[in-house]
């Protein structure tokens, strides 16, 4: 259920750009150009959004999920470090093709302050940031022992995955309907890899999880076995 919660705007967006929804391109070139003049008014804060968008960039959220899938594998928990590897990486893919579909120009804008190759929808660096930021909580979830320290860190990934977006849009990289496609495509990739995941802790005889709160497998960190 909630991957299509979150399809469904992508699915939106989807369709709005292929067929030149003129309100939707209105909205995405007027927020791009009210951002791209303050970029070029604040050339401190330009260069630190350009840094710390590639320090967040996709390959940072490659590496972290891989080593973490490589603790895990090492514990015994190797059927949930295929999940995370299988996840991003064919997350990553899925995004590739849909930019070579879709095929939507970057902007073009006067004095650029940053340029990044390829087509511009969905967003590689937002869908990278919340593939890799979801998988990680669902992985780590169940070493927070209290409510209020997962929902902190529910937060925590949620800014840093906005963060990101509106980073890749005030660099001018990306419309900002780039962005909020592939958050919302990144997170819903990762919601049904976890439902299946979770069809299959059901086919073996595994307890129900509720994987926003508990993580999709508990016993990871419980030196259960998964085999």
């Known amino acids: 259920m909630a991957a299509w919660v979150f399809s469904v705007p992508f699915a ?3 369709v709005f750009v292929k067929t030149s929804f003129v309100p939707l391109d209105s909205f995405d070139r007027g927020v791009t150009l009210d951002m791209h003049e303050d970029a070029l008014e604040n050339p401190g804060y330009t260069a630190f959004l350009r840094v710390a968008t590639e320090v967040f960039g996709p390959w940072t959220w490659r590496v972290m999920v891989v080593l973490v899938a490589l603790w895990l594998w090492r514990r015994g928990s190797r059927r949930l470090a295929v999940w995370a590897v299988a996840t991003i990486t064919f997350g990553g893919l899925l995004n590739l093709a849909l930019k070579e579909i879709v095929d939507r120009a970057r902007p073009d804008l006067p004095d650029p302050v940053a340029s990044a190759p390829g087509a511009s929808f969905p967003s590689g660096h937002a869908m990278g940031a919340a ?3 979801c998988i990680l909580m669902l992985i780590l979830l169940p070493s927070l022992r209290s409510r209020a320290a997962r929902i902190v860190a529910w937060a925590a990934a949620a800014a840093v995955v906005a963060f990101v977006a509106y980073s890749r849009v005030a660099l001018g990289v990306h ?4 962005v909020v496609a592939g958050v919302t495509l990144g997170v819903a990739f990762v919601t ?8 299959w802790r ?3 005889g595994r307890r129900p999880v509720v994987a926003p709160e508990e993580g999709i497998e508990p016993e990871a960190f419980q030196g259960t076995d998964q085999g």
């Open 192 to 199: 049904g890899t976890a439902a299946g995941y979770e069809t």
């Open 131 to 133: 593939l890799g930021a």
């Open 175 to 178: 419309w900002t309907s780039d």
């Open 12 to 14: 939106l967006l989807l």
């Open 202 to 204: 059901r086919g073996e």
